[in-house]
C-alpha cells in the first residue's frame, strides 16, 4: 500500500514540475487509505471552492428527497391500487423501485462527503457506493427496454400477442438483475475497478486509466448498458409510432366513410389506453437517455483522451445522471391517467390539472351499425 501511495506522489511533483499547482490540489483532503485509487491526472486541478461542494451538497440533498418520495409514491400507488396491480405495472414498479434504491444509496453518503470536501467512507465503501450505482442505473434502462417491449407486443401485435402474465413479468425482472449485477461485479475481480470520480466525494467506474482492461471494460459495458438498449427501444418505438399512426389513420377514414365522429368503443378505448401508456414510457425513457448520454461522454472523452476533463465538469455530468430518478414519477404524475386518478383518491393536493377518465373518448357505436347496416341494404 505504501509503495502505491508513494508512487502517486512521485507522480504528484511530476504534474508540479511540469507547471502544475504546488501542493493545493483537488486531491489534498484524501485519506491516506484512499490514495491508491486516485488517479495521478487529478493532481493537475486546482481545490475546488467550498461554495461548489455546498451547492453540490445541497443539489444532491433535494434531488434525493424528491426521488425517494415521488418514487416511493408511485410503489405505493401501484401495488395499493387495484386496477394498477396488473402484470405490465409490475416493470413499472421496479422502475420505480430501482430509482428509489438509486438515489436512497447514493444521497446520503454524497451529502456527507460534500460537507467534507472529500471521500469519508473508506476504500470498500467507495467500491459499493459505485456499485450500487452502476447497479440501479443498469436496472432502470432495462427495464425501461422491457416496458418498451411490452408496449410492442400491445401495440404492434395487437390481438395475435401474447399477453403478459406475473410469470413472465417476474421472469423478466429477474433477468434484469442477474445482467446488471454480472456487469456491476466485475470489477472487483480485475475487470477495470472503482475509484474516487472528480472532486472525490462521490465514486465511479475509471475511466481515465489507460490500460487495456480498463477501457475495453467501459467500452463494453456500453455497449451492453447504454447502445444496445438504444437501438432496441428505437427498434421497438419506431414500430409502435409507425403502428399508432396507420390505426389512427384508418379509423379516421372508416368514421368519415361512416359519416360518424369515432369508431371508437369499449375494447377500442382500451387500446387508446395502451396508447398513452406508450407515450409515458417514451417520454421516459427520452428523459433517461438525455441524462445518462453526458456521463457516457466524460467516460468516452477519459478512455479516448478527447478533452481535458475538470472535476466541476464531470462531477455534475454525474449529478445529472442520477436527477434521472427525480423524473419518472413526475412523468406519471403527468401523463398516466389511471395513476393520476388513483392519486387524486390517495393524495389529491398532489394532482396538477384536470383529472381524465380512460373511459372518456368511449363514442356510442350504435350510429355506427345503423350506418353499416344501410351501407349493406
Not at 514540475?17 to 483532503?29: L, P
Request: hydrophobic share 45%; proline share 4%; charged share 15%.
Amino acid at each position: 500500500m505504501l509503495n502505491k501511495i508513494g508512487s502517486h506522489y512521485e507522480r504528484q511533483e511530476n504534474w508540479v514540475a511540469e507547471g502544475g499547482f504546488g501542493n493545493e490540489t483537488v486531491v489534498d483532503r484524501v485519506p491516506a487509505d484512499m490514495m491508491h485509487l486516485i488517479d495521478p491526472s487529478w493532481y493537475q486541478f486546482p481545490p475546488m471552492e467550498s461554495m461548489w461542494y455546498k451547492w453540490l451538497g445541497v443539489t444532491i440533498f433535494f434531488l434525493g428527497i424528491l426521488s425517494v418520495v415521488g418514487n416511493g409514491m408511485v410503489i405505493y400507488i401501484f401495488t395499493c391500487t387495484k386496477n394498477l396491480r396488473t402484470p405490465s405495472n409490475l416493470l413499472i414498479v421496479n422502475l420505480a423501485f430501482s430509482d428509489f434504491c438509486l438515489m436512497f444509496t447514493m444521497c446520503p453518503a454524497m451529502v456527507w462527503n460534500c460537507f467534507y470536501e472529500t471521500w469519508m467512507f473508506g476504500p470498500f465503501a467507495c467500491e459499493l457506493y459505485a456499485m450500487f450505482g452502476s447497479l440501479f442505473g443498469v436496472t432502470s434502462i432495462w427495464t425501461m427496454v422491457f416496458i418498451a417491449l411490452d408496449r410492442y407486443n400491445v401495440i404492434v401485435k395487437g390481438l395475435s400477442a401474447k399477453p403478459m402474465t406475473t410469470k413472465l413479468a417476474l421472469l423478466q425482472i429477474f433477468c434484469i438483475y442477474l445482467h446488471g449485477l454480472f456487469w456491476t461485479l466485475t470489477p472487483f475481480f480485475g475487470w477495470s475497478r472503482y475509484v474516487p470520480e472528480a472532486n472525490m466525494t462521490a465514486c465511479g467506474t475509471d475511466y481515465l486509466t489507460l490500460a487495456w482492461h480498463s477501457r475495453s471494460y467501459v467500452l463494453v459495458y456500453a455497449i451492453f448498458a447504454y447502445y444496445l438498449p438504444l437501438l432496441v427501444i428505437i427498434y421497438a418505438y419506431y414500430f409502435i409510432v409507425k403502428a399508432v399512426a396507420s390505426h389512427e389513420k384508418s379509423m379516421r377514414e372508416q368514421a368519415k366513410k361512416m359519416n360518424v365522429s369515432s369508431l371508437r368503443s369499449g375494447d377500442q378505448s382500451n387500446t387508446s389506453a395502451e396508447f398513452k401508456l406508450a407515450k409515458v414510457a417514451l417520454m421516459t425513457i427520452s428523459l433517461w437517455f438525455m441524462a445518462w448520454t453526458p456521463y457516457m461522454v466524460i467516460n468516452f472523452a477519459g478512455i479516448f483522451q478527447l478533452m481535458t476533463i475538470d472535476p466541476l465538469f464531470t462531477i455534475w455530468g454525474s449529478v445529472f445522471a442520477k436527477a434521472n430518478a427525480v423524473y419518472n414519477p413526475i412523468v406519471y404524475a403527468i401523463s398516466h391517467p389511471k395513476y393520476r386518478l388513483a392519486l387524486d383518491k390517495k393524495f389529491p393536493c398532489l394532482v396538477c390539472g384536470k383529472l381524465e377518465d380512460d373511459r372518456s373518448d368511449s363514442k356510442s357505436v350504435a350510429s355506427a351499425q345503423t350506418t353499416i347496416s344501410e351501407d349493406k341494404v
